[in-house]
């Protein structure tokens, strides 16, 4: 008899990270954890461990109304569509979001889940590039730059800062996600994409795997990514999750 409990992120690390074993891939959500945005559900079978699942808040950090992972260990994964709509039933979310490289959570958002929408773009590494624009500098930030982040970076052209960029280091190891704004004037002329990838260079150095995403609608940043060597690794995809499918 299966059984679903309202538990801690101590109780489900093991799994946890067997899970991220299993994906391996830059999961976004893994910052819920670590910043208290997350319940998480432990599944037993006959009293035995056999997966977990988590909810955040879709819009409201403090809501508890999307569920963003469910995992079970291979040996009891063929009681997916059991167990779900159970933790479901438990944890009372509204909406499924999920990454489309999460083939688990997928197949449960294909499932059980309607109005199905791309929100936004991943991208992991794929190839090394060598773009160079003259006179253009690639460095740290400095106190007398006034741009308020110690840990970011710049490209400085003709001594003029033309765009920042940096990491956000809260995701699953070794991933770290990259960042980057080229200011207005300078736009349309390869900085994006130089500092992207000066930025995966800095990322390998710090022991890092580069990642990156964007919204789906930003074609600029889209094109700066692939140019600077990433690919389209998945999406994050949302749904809601209907009554009917669920009674099915």
């Known amino acids: ?29 893994n910052k819920c ?24 808040g879709k819009d409201k950090r403090e809501d508890r109304d999307a569920i963003f992972e469910f995992y079970l260990i291979q040996p009891f994964r063929k009681l997916a569509n059991n167990i779900f709509p159970q933790f479901v039933a438990a944890c009372n979310a509204t909406y499924i979001e999920s990454q489309s490289n999460d083939l688990l959570l997928s197949a449960m958002l294909y499932q059980y889940a309607q109005n199905i929408n791309a929100e936004a773009i991943l991208f992991e590494e794929h190839y090394q590039t060598n773009h160079h624009i003259s006179n253009t500098i690639f460095r740290k930030q400095k106190p007398e730059d006034n741009l308020g982040d110690e ?3 710049v490209l400085e052209h003709n ?33 994006g994409s130089l500092m992207v990838q ?51």
């Open 198 to 248: 000066e930025l995966k260079k800095e990322a390998y150095l710090m022991g890092r795997v580069p990642a990156a995403r964007c919204n789906v609608k930003n074609n600029a940043s889209k094109a700066t990514l692939l140019k600077a060597g990433l690919q389209v690794c998945g999406f994050i995809l949302v749904g809601t999750i209907s009554k009917e499918k669920l009674s099915q």
């Open 33 to 56: 954890h670590g910043a208290g945005w997350a319940d998480t559900y432990l599944f037993l079978a006959e009293e035995i461990k056999i997966g977990y699942g988590s909810v955040w």
């Open 1 to 29: 008899m299966n059984k679903i409990t309202k538990t801690n992120l101590q109780e489900i690390q093991p799994l946890r990270n067997l899970f991220l074993h299993e994906n391996k891939f830059q999961f976004i959500y």
């Open 151 to 153: 840990e970011g970076y």
């Open 159 to 191: 001594n003029t800062i033309v765009a920042t960029g940096g990491f956000v280091k809260n995701y699953n190891l070794p991933y770290i996600d990259m960042y980057m704004e080229v200011k207005e004037p300078f736009r349309k002329k390869g900085f």
